[in-house]
Each structure stands twice: as structure tokens, then as C-alpha cells.
């Protein structure tokens, strides 16, 4: 009950900041944009895919190259959106009620964690909109549709907790930010050394440890285990190191 307490106040602490309000329209105005260019696009090769037997469909053509984009635009501002969940607090020295009330380290962490998902699950539920409004002058795949959303919403729970353990490491949010996307961006390239005339062995590692790797198969609508245990691990190690390091600030204060 504690945890949908603190995870409430967060949203709506995001809700009242301008640089959630800021970041959520600039995203809109973003993807609408490129939406628009999709559908542009596809409507001058419409004519030769008619004439292509088993050609794709707009799911493929529209939807998940937005989807696509987003995942990227999310990775930038991600950052910006979890610098402040814990460093803010640590900064204020607001972290101290936090300590003083009858909650465990496990219902903060978690707490923040579900009110940021929440922002971000609000986020994505805006971008989901413009594919499904294809529906109204076509058909559109639900199946590669959800397939991809899914994975959506995997990689980015995966970004706010990420965010959330490098925004208890430090009492700067800016720091916090930076160190996050820098981690993410990591995760997001990595496999590109796989590519760099690596063994087998080493490319078979970085590519597993591939943030987008994983999410490309959810874009081909193949869901499958190792891809959802993946991000499954990445996000609760990522929460239990965040829990684990505010427990050791708590004591050292």
C-alpha cells in the first residue's frame, strides 16, 4: 500500500514539472511528425507493393519503424526523467523523512520506481494511438503490433530502472543523467564490437548483453523467453543494487 503511496506522489510530482511536460510534448510533436512522414512514404510505393505478392503491410512500413525511433528517443530522455528520483531527495536532504517514516529501502526504490513507469507507460499509450489510428483506412497487424509494444515497454522499464540505481549514486541529477545515458548508450552499442572481428565466444556475450538486440526481435514479432528474461534480469539487478545502495547511504547517515 506504502509502495502505490510513494509511487502516486511521484507521478504526480513528474506531472508538475515542467521538464516532464516539456519532454512529453516534444516527443509527441516528434513522433506525429515522423508518423506523418511514414505514411507519406508509404502511400507513393503503395502502387508497386500491390503488385508484390506477400509484400509488407503498414505494421511493418508504419508502426514498427516509428516504434523503432522511439525506442531511441526514449533512451535521450529516459535520463532526464529518473536523474532526480533519488539524488534530488539527497540533495534536498528531503530523503531524511523518507528515512524517518516507517518504510523499508525495498517500498522507496520500488515506489519511485512504479510512479516513473507509470509517467513512461502514460507516454507510450500516446505513441500506441498513432498506429492504431491506421485501423481507420487500413488493416494493421495486432499481432507484430503487440509483439513490438511489448518489447517497448521492456526496454524502457529497463531504462527507468537503470536510471533509477545511477540517480542513488550521486546528489547531482545532472551527473545522474549523464551517467545513465551513458551506461544506456553502452548497452545500446555493445554488440558492436561483437561485429569488430571479436571471437565467437566474445561476440556471442556482447551481443546477448545488447539492450536493442533484444528489442529487435519483439519488432519482428518473435517473443520469445530469452529476450523477456533479459530484461526481466537487467531490471531487477538493477533495482536490488538501488535498494542495496540506499540502505548503505541510510546507514552512513
Known sequence: MMILHIAMRELRSLFLSPLAWAILAVLQFIMAWLFLIQIESFLQIQPRLAAIEGAPGLTSIIAIPLLDTAA???????????????????????????????????????????????????????????????????????????????????????????????????????????????LLLLLWIIDWAGKAGQTDQASGLFTYLSIRGHFESFTRGAISSIDVVYYLLLIVTALVMSIRRLDAYRLQH
Open 72 to 182: 531511441f528517443l526514449l533512451l535521450l530522455v529516459t535520463p532526464l526523467l529518473s536523474m532526480r528520483l533519488i539524488s534530488e531527495e539527497r540533495r534536498s536532504q528531503t530523503i531524511n523523512l523518507l528515512f524517518s517514516a516507517p518504510l523499508s529501502m525495498s517500498e522507496i526504490i520500488l515506489g519511485k520506481y512504479l510512479g516513473l513507469l507509470a509517467f513512461l507507460g502514460i507516454m507510450l499509450s500516446m505513441f500506441l494511438l498513432m498506429p492504431l489510428s491506421l485501423y481507420i483506412g487500413g488493416n494493421i497487424d495486432i499481432g507484430l503490433l503487440a509483439a513490438a509494444m511489448l518489447g517497448l515497454l521492456l526496454l524502457v522499464a529497463s531504462f527507468a530502472a537503470v536510471g533509477l540505481f545511477m540517480s542513488t549514486l550521486t546528489e547531482q541529477p545532472l551527473i545522474a543523467a549523464v551517467s545513465s545515458f551513458g
